[in-house]
């Protein structure tokens, strides 16, 4: 089977749509998984919680998305972030609201464990040191681990010299073995990384690997729509 891997799509419907088309024409995909912020900074998030309503996926809660249904205190972000959660919480209907008050915060498919900062914090811990690395490794129950949250692509390998973190490579497949693997897909909706293509990952499991790709998206549509 071949899952698309998403996190923070922070109701950027151009960059989802994008990365949607782009798994599709490379060969598709049975499922979506989410790791959390669908909604939150951008102006469609009924829209992106819809397309991923339209597939079959597995998902799990973000910070944004708790604190855009009130089940966290917009007290804890920054002012913009708490600005654009107030006003996704005008926007979402009861069903919306709903769908994501009903997500998990870890979830297990495939050996994966899903969550969107991490295992022993999964709403606000960004996995992006040595030490959270670590952590995270002694509090896996599965083999490999998707997070998101910080927005950077990268692969992070348990080995006898510690957390070992490697640059995403577009298009380079990484192979999954019995050795402890951390995975971040980077930002769907709002990358992180100084390059602005939309980030995602896809799981292979006859091949057994995580391949990162980047695809383009209309940035200036996205924009407008802000302002």
Known sequence: MKAVIVSDVHSNIEAFQSVVDDARLRGGFDQIWSLGDLVGYGPDPEECIELIRSY???AVAGNHDLASIGRLSLE??????EAANRWTSTRLSDEHRNYLDGLELRQQAQGFTL???????????YVVSADSARATFEEMQTTWC???HSHIPFA?????NGALFTEAVPDSPVELSSEKLIVNPGGVGQP???????????FDSTSNTVTHHRVEYEVARAQEKMR
């Open 146 to 148: 998707l997070v998101g």
């Open 115 to 125: 969550v969107h900062g991490s295992p022993r914090d999964p709403v606000w811990e």
């Open 76 to 81: 804890m972000f920054n002012p913009y972030a």
């Open 156 to 160: 992070c390998r348990d080995s006898d």
């Open 56 to 58: 079959d996926h597995v």
């Open 192 to 202: 992180r990384d100084s390059d602005p293509r939309a980030s995602y990952a896809v």
